[in-house]
């Protein structure tokens, strides 16, 4: 009887250790702000890129609105 409940104890310290290991993070502080950062730049290229492409399909658009036939 005494058994099962030091199995039963164990099991739950291990539970506890695995789930505290697992919310840990791998990177260092300053890793992880490099890595926003990286992220960061990429969104902001990205935006760029739709902003220009939005532009020049606009100034198209206006082209052809004001083109006379």
Known sequence: MARGNQRDKAREKNLAKQAQEKSKTTASGTQ???DKETAAEIMRR????????RFIIEERALRLLTHTF
């Open 32 to 34: 992880q702000q490099r």
């Open 46 to 53: 990205k935006q760029a890129e739709g902003m220009s492409d």
